[in-house]
């Protein structure tokens, strides 16, 4: 089965403080990954993708992910949060068919 | 490109009324996605399109969905009867070389 787990529904960290939100898959193949970001009241905004080649990608806005094969995991990070940041965090696997399958979100508070 | 482009963006109706919810893709994508966003599901996939022809439509809560995709650069999400329960965000988007491109979204209110 295809599916994709975000363990935390909600993460608060303090402004300047270090973020990693975690996402789990299941998938036979060699998956399609994404983080997407939504502020409130706004569509879905793409941070990064895997595709293939390099396991850690760079996104927008400093976001980085890292893909382990091993673990099944495709976890975003952030060196340093901004207040800007509060959003929720989508991770998404996309398959060979060309379905997206969404986690269930991971609401993000930032601290002053 | 002006981005995906969905109309409108609010609205509020009377239950048993019919909803049309109406998207312009993103010229030259070849998928298109409905997702649906509640507080309490989330976001699902109700229905998606390859060169307007629908691949899965095995999100579609009931027969009183229904989607359409008659040429490449317009679709419709239809809702009929409507009720109160069908109150949501609702999405849509289109893909290029697997990223997906989201409208601001249909917000609909069914009293």
């Known amino acids: 089965a295809q599916s994709v787990t975000q363990p935390d529904i909600h993460i608060t960290v303090s402004e300047g403080a270090s973020l990693e939100l975690r996402c789990n898959y299941s998938?036979?193949?060699?998956?399609?990954l994404f983080w997407y970001v939504q502020s409130p009241g706004q569509g879905l905004q793409l941070l990064l993708k895997y595709f293939s080649g390099d396991t850690l990608v760079q996104g927008i806005k400093g976001f980085e992910a890292e893909f382990k094969r091993s673990q099944s995991s495709f976890n975003l990070r952030k060196p340093s949060v901004h207040w800007s940041d509060a959003a929720e965090y989508f991770c998404?696997?996309?398959?060979?068919?060309?379905?997206?399958?969404f986690g269930q979100g991971t609401e993000l508070s930032v601290k002053p | 490109d002006a981005g995906v482009i969905q109309s409108p963006r609010h609205e509020v109706t009377e239950m048993g009324q019919e909803v049309t919810l109406r998207c312009k893709p993103i010229?030259?994508?070849?998928?298109l996605f409905w997702y649906r966003q509640t507080m309490m599901r989330g976001l699902e996939l109700l229905i998606y399109f390859n060169n307007n022809v629908p691949i899965d439509d095995s999100g579609m809560p009931e027969d009183r969905f229904s989607a359409k995709m008659p040429n490449a650069s317009f679709s419709t999400l239809k809702i009929q009867p409507s009720e109160p329960r069908d109150s949501a965000v609702y999405f849509c988007a289109s893909r290029d070389r697997g990223e997906l491109f989201f409208g601001e979204g249909s917000r609909l209110t069914v009293l």
């Open positions: 998938y036979g193949a060699t998956p399609y």
């Open positions: 998404v696997l996309g398959n060979q068919g060309g379905k997206l399958i």
């Open positions: 010229s030259g994508h070849d998928y």
